[in-house]
């Protein structure tokens, strides 16, 4: 049975319309026209949130788990399509779809298991000490508490697992408090459709309507009057670094200043140590182009920079250039990105210095894979080669010496991961270039590739500017509900109007 959407935004509870429209740009299939979003839904959206907060806020940690679990089930049982018109809006294949649906309600359930065991809460407990000397010590408790409604921006590149019911959105509904979603405009569909599951969901647990609302599209107005909206106490964003640094000043220009939690954009650089190149260079060298090229190289963690000593460069271009040449072109999630890799790819190329390996045709909506090779010297005279190239671009960065390659770790700017590719013998090179990368990156790995984050507690998804805006909090794994939480201290209050969880 085809899918079609009705184009309507869900604010508290209700699917409405707008006086204007848009058209989807699918990869394929048929284009739909769904309600352009306005300032004035977004206001209506957050006066419901707030309003619903003051009951899901203080809700049971078991109520909200319960909603989390409802709302996987309410996904899974629109399968099929989500599927189908996720692979129309993002020429995605699949399977890739199917993964990421698991991912999603991995997710969610997840933090439903995370907030029923408690430990989130950091419950503390100082008793009184009313003998002590010179001045007695009164009782003191503290726990973690909900911070108010949330806005989520839904990621061009994630349709499910960062976008509607993504890890923001799961995490703060984890929390307890309600959100609001900008759906991206490269799949609202799709968006659609899991925000019928969440809605259903709410149902299903007797929720207030203004727990979730979704406002599709829009214009700039939008997500502005979304961050600036006084309801909203914190922002979730993953996307480009122009548009997330805008609406980070706008956070930060409030008469109430809020955190921007926006993850924004990295290159993910490669070590290849002298000995793990020379014993296994050539599967060092197939393992980047598979990771360089997964989904197009549209991942946050696409690994786009090898760094490598310049008497084992020949090596490894040679072994890339292979493994990459088998790779067909792939379809890209919007014109916009296809664009905007084109004039990443030209960017590189006409720099001073960098020399073309594999330069491809890009067709309207395609990627081609492309390689670039540039000396260590000329890398660190040149800050834009370290600009992200959202795609299947790849730059290899040769250093002279052990020092040269410590010199260009140096120079990167903060990165969501950082890669150590050695064997026992580059022990001592690694410990060299260990500080520097975990200043660098928010997950540092050795032998492997990053474009697999898994979902879990010891995973950061996050690093220093402009990885992130906040290098304290992640995205991914349950350390991120901590990003919709602050603590508060309850100084000798009656048991019996004590939050329950602190009693």
Known sequence: MTFTPHGKHLIAGQWLGGAETFASEPAHGPSHEFAMGSAQQVNEACAAAEAAFWSYGYSSRDTRATFLDTIADEIEARAEAITEIGTQETGLPAARLQGERGRTTGQLRLFASHIRKGDYLDRRIDPALPDRQPLPRPEIRLMQRPIGPVAVFGASNFPLAFSTAGGDTASALAAGCPVVVKGHSAHPGTGEIVAEAIHAAILSCNLPPGVFSLIQGGKRDVGTALVTNPFIKAVGFTGSLAGGRALFDLCAQRPEPIPFF?????????????????????????????????????????????????????????????????????????????????????????????????????????????????????????????????????LIVTADTPEEMAQIARSFEGQLTATLHMDAEDAALARTLLPILERKAGRVLANGFPTGVEVCDAMVHGGPYPASTNFGATSVGTMAIRRFLRPVSYQNLPAEILPEDLR
């Not at 990295?266 to 182009?289: D, H, Q, Y």
């Not at 989904?295 to 292979?322: H, K, M, R, Y």
């Not at 916009?336 to 073309?356: H, K």
């Open 262 to 394: 926006g993850e924004l954009g990295s290159v993910n650089p490669m070590f290849i140590l002298p000995t793990a190149m020379s014993a296994r260079g050539e599967g060092i060298a197939k393992g980047w182009a598979g990771s360089l090229t997964m989904g197009a190289g549209q991942f946050c963690t696409n690994p786009g920079i090898a760094v490598v000593l310049a008497d084992q460069a020949g090596a490894l271009a040679e072994a890339t250039l292979s493994a990459l040449r088998a790779v067909g072109a792939q379809v890209m999630l919007t014109d916009g990105i296809a664009t905007a890799y084109v004039q990443g790819r030209d960017r590189i190329e006409a720099a001073p210095g960098v020399r073309a390996l594999l330069t491809q045709v890009c067709d309207r909506r395609q990627a081609t894979p492309q390689l670039f090779l540039v000396k260590g010297r000329d890398w660190l005279g040149n800050h834009t080669l370290s600009a992200e190239v959202f795609g299947p671009l790849g």
